[in-house]
């Protein structure tokens, strides 16, 4: 647009006209009264005392604070270009997959020693019982690949992979309940309204691929809705608006509100698109609201999305090697299955982070049968999505986490019977598991008691799990900051360390 035509616009437009008129006498008093007492003070003080340096402050040309930090990107240089995370929501237990704990068989139906819990917080749906009878797996566990790693019958594809895992069975959290325990793992507060881990790295690092975001959610379709996911556990809190996590769909509309509504061509899309853009590049002028910005961006993203995303979702291409490799569910869009083979395409296209979400972890009662159904639902696609990787040369450079929020308690909660028992949650010691990019394969790291009740050697907070994934992304955790509400914050918060064994 030339400027005649740019400021014919701005006389002509009721929208600009309102926008004028919001700009009144007191708010014009109270923005010049600001700025002339600044320059007052700057005439008195100067420049270097006011600013900390010669010439003119941050904000007004060498960039903001915000600004200065991310051009110190990255801190060191990274070993992951990229990140899946596989989050297991719910908490799965320890006991059934991967701490193998054969000692506990004599001790099943005793209650669990006061030595071993020491007095720890429980659960308020445990708390009340009068004896808490320790139960071992009624699953077998084997070692297996040349680490000799215990896994369970019940992932016998995860257990083909070992070798390419970094298995880490000594982290530990803070919260005991599954919203403070979740909103722990993935903003580093318990507390909502802090960013998710996705959007700091979004911030941090940007965009690889400027026709998808950064930052991409899935949510399996097929698991039990047992426990609530919130979309701000993939939100940007006070980070801004356009680097949030956006969750991607199965069926006609993969992004909500991405295709053309009915009745609207392309033609006339963009039109009003157009005009849209005119009245946003509008009111920066008149306000320089940083936030407009990312709205500007946000809409251009979506325009781009709309080419992109079809192509991308598009699962049919994939020859048949390649969903028998996932397993049969993967030619089910919305699966877990289907969405590890998506993650996988995803990451092709640089897309920075992808976290699936698969809920139904959270056994309190028939853990036997439901942990079963649970395993066998990720257990073939988890495995494939590491051999998909690691043929296609991206396992070198990606980074692959497992895991949920918490693991389950030695003790049965509620009935307990040969076959049928069930675990309360239990914060204190728990497994994960990491693959791929700067992360020792193969390895086991951290060891628990003979209860898995506490962590004996090796113990990794939650902090310092996020403190290592920033590391491998080529960030230092305790440089990335942002300010807000008159103090800078991280995703750390003040904690956090690197856990240096596990790193190659």
């Known amino acids: 647009m030339s400027d005649h035509h740019h400021d014919e616009f701005r006389l002509n437009t009721p929208e600009f006209n309102q926008l004028n008129r919001k700009l009144d006498r007191r708010t014009f008093l109270t923005k010049t009264s600001l700025g002339l007492g600044a320059v007052a003070m700057g ?117 083909k992979v070992v070798d390419d895992l970094c298995v880490i ?70 980070l801004p608006s356009k680097h949030q996590g956006v969750q991607f769909r199965s069926g006609k509309d993969p992004v909500l509100f991405l295709n053309n509504p009915q009745g609207y061509d392309g033609k006339d899309r963009k039109e009003m698109l157009d005009y849209l853009a005119k009245l946003n590049h509008l009111q920066n002028d008149a306000y320089g609201d940083p936030e407009i910005d ?29 969903f028998d490799l996932y397993g049969p569910d993967s030619r089910d869009a919305g699966t877990y299955a289907a969405n590890c083979l998506l993650a996988r395409k995803l990451l092709e296209k640089d897309v920075k982070f992808v976290q699936l979400y698969h809920q139904g972890w959270d056994q309190h009662g028939g853990l036997p049968k439901a942990i079963a159904q649970q395993c066998k639902q990720i257990d073939q696609a988890t495995a494939a999505l590491i051999t998909d990787l690691k043929r296609r040369g991206l396992l070198e450079d990606t980074l692959v986490v497992w895991g949920g929020e918490f693991g389950r308690t030695v003790y049965s909660q509620g009935k307990l019977t040969a076959d049928d028992y069930g675990r309360d949650h239990h914060p204190r010691c728990f497994t994960m598991w990491m693959a791929g990019a700067g992360v020792k394969a193969g390895f086991n790291y951290g060891e628990t008691d003979d209860f898995s009740y506490n962590i004996i050697k090796d113990p990794v907070h939650v902090h310092d799990f996020q403190a290592t994934l920033l590391h491998l992304m080529g960030i230092d955790h305790e440089r990335l900051t942002y300010k807000f509400q008159g103090r800078r914050f991280r995703l750390t918060d003040v904690h956090g360390k690197i856990v240096k064994d596990i790193l190659t």
Request: aromatic share 10%; net charge neutral.
């Open 294 to 322: 990312n709205r500007i961006a946000q809409y251009e993203m979506a325009y781009r999305m709309q080419t992109s995303v079809p192509e991308v979702m598009d699962l049919s291409k994939e020859p048949d090697e390649v």
């Open 43 to 159: 005439s008195l003080l100067g420049a270097k005392t006011l600013f900390g340096h010669e010439g003119k402050p941050l904000s007004e040309g060498t960039g903001s604070m915000e600004d200065e930090i991310l051009k110190a990107l990255p801190h060191i240089a990274p070993k992951a270009k990229r990140v899946v995370y596989l989050f297991m929501s719910g908490g799965p237990s320890q006991f059934e997959t991967f701490d193998y704990k054969p000692k506990l068989i004599e001790q099943a139906g005793l209650n669990l020693p006061e030595s071993v819990r020491n007095g720890q917080r429980l659960t308020g749906m445990s708390a009340s019982q009068s004896v808490l009878p320790m139960v071992p797996s009624i699953y077998k566990f084997q070692q297996y690949g040349k680490s000799q790693t215990w896994v369970s019958e019940l992932l016998p594809h995860t257990a």
């Open 169 to 238: 069975k000594s982290i530990y959290s803070e919260a005991i309940n599954h919203d403070p325990a979740i909103t722990f793992f993935q903003t580093g507060n318990q507390l909502p309204g802090r960013p998710s881990i996705g959007s700091w790295i979004s911030y941090g690092l940007g965009s690889d691929n400027n026709n998808l975001p950064t930052f991409i959610v899935l949510v399996s379709k097929n698991a039990p809705r047992d426990q609530p996911l919130y979309a701000r556990l993939w939100g940007n809190g006070f």
